[in-house]
């Protein structure tokens, strides 16, 4: 006999009136809404533990206890609440320049998050500057070697050295949550920050490393780097054939292909995936390759940062192939902080937020950073014609 399934509305409980039935149903569906929510931003990062919303474990941990008081205690100005380690605090920077240093154990966890789920932190070369410029040399070619006799000069074998300037943009991003999430303490409230700032700041960083920030920081795609420009048949990006990616992987030095990969958007490695051979129903890329996310025996690295498949324009970069530890990203070692509990926030398409009219808290965090390429010539870009 087969097994009668029920929803959860059509359980009868005995002595239950209407409105009680209401209540708890809509408690339910409240409190599969939120787990939804943290289990969509848990998911997008690998390695990281479902977060288990107002359990036992949480409420009994040392650590989420601890960093659920460094919180109120920035929220509400009380440095008594820091464990003894953290008494110092909020005297050691001015609210006035920027708000708060975040203490170092939280920035090594938020920056622990960015280097997992960030493409270009886990390819690029990273610089922590203490100051807000460096110069870094600008390479046209690897530089050769060369013999001498005793005593004699070296010869300089780049004659077009120049130089480029890490200047660090100084930018930030607002997390928002409520006052009762501060206040529960079976609620992991400095885990969720710190995964939501290291998402905001890797997404960020992936952005400018590849499409770029218009007037701030120019990208991999960004026309004009010094990357080799492979210009495909069309002004669409599936016009591209599968002759320009061998072209792609010819245009890079030889001795910088040991750790070239491919870097593009999910829905454009998709289309290469699905190209056949003219006239048969084989495809291009072999089974091994499809299965092991390679191209051309080249490791393929998918962010959405890129541009997608309907994201077409003329004169546009669309993939990029080679060695990324030639982009150097140039970073603070620091974040600040700052909080409101009554400022207006922008939501984004004209919708604001008002923090103390719905009882909620904002987070205000403060980070700089700067990208540039030492030897863009070793990095290729598949483009649309202009």
Do not use: C
């Amino acid at each position: 006999m087969e097994k009668e399934t029920k929803k959860l509305e059509d359980v009868t409980i005995p002595d239950e009136n209407d409105e009680t039935k209401i209540e708890r149903i809509s408690k339910k569906v409240a409190e599969d809404v939120v787990k939804k929510e943290l289990d969509e931003i848990n998911k997008n990062i690998s390695g990281i533990p479902t977060e288990q919303f107002r359990s036992v474990e949480n409420k009994e941990d040392p650590f989420v206890q601890e960093g659920r008081n460094i919180i109120k205690g920035i929220i509400y100005n009380r440095p008594e609440l820091f464990s003894e380690r953290y008494k110092s605090f909020l005297n050691e920077s001015s609210g006035a320049s920027g708000g708060y240093l975040v203490p170092q154990e939280w920035y090594k966890q938020i920056l622990k998050f960015v280097t997992e789920s960030g493409v270009v932190r886990k390819n690029a070369t990273v610089l922590n500057m203490s100051r807000k410029e460096l110069a870094i040399p600008k390479l046209d070619r690897l530089p050769s070697f060369s013999f001498v006799t005793e005593g004699s000069m070296k010869p300089v074998s780049n004659p077009t050295f120049a130089q480029v300037v890490l200047s660090r943009k100084d930018g930030g991003f607002i997390v928002i949550f409520s006052k009762q999430l501060i206040e529960d303490e079976a609620f992991d409230i400095m885990g969720f920050v710190s995964r939501l700032a290291a998402q905001i700041i890797s997404r960020t960083e992936d952005l400018a490393g590849f499409k770029g920030i218009t007037d701030k920081i120019d990208g991999l795609f960004t026309s004009g780097i010094g990357a080799t420009e492979i210009e495909i048949d069309g002004t669409a990006f599936n016009s591209i054939k599968y002759d320009d990616i061998i072209k792609m992987v010819s245009a890079v030095p030889s001795e910088t292909l040991g750790r070239a990969k491919w870097y593009m958007h999910r829905t454009i490695y998709g289309m290469l995936r699905a190209m056949k051979y003219d006239g048969s129903q084989e495809y291009i890329i072999s089974p091994d390759e499809r299965k092991n996310n390679l191209l051309e025996g080249y490791p393929v690295v998918l962010t959405d940062q890129t541009y997608s498949l309907s994201e077409d324009l003329p004169n546009r970069a669309f993939i990029g192939f080679g060695d990324l530890q030639y982009m150097i990203l140039g970073t603070r070692n620091s974040l600040s902080i700052d909080y409101s509990k009554d400022a207006t926030v922008d939501m984004g398409s004209g919708q604001t937020v008002n923090l103390w009219q719905n009882g909620l808290v904002g987070l205000n965090f403060g980070a700089s950073f700067d990208i540039k390429f030492s030897f863009p010539s070793a990095l290729a870009v598949a483009k649309t014609k202009s």
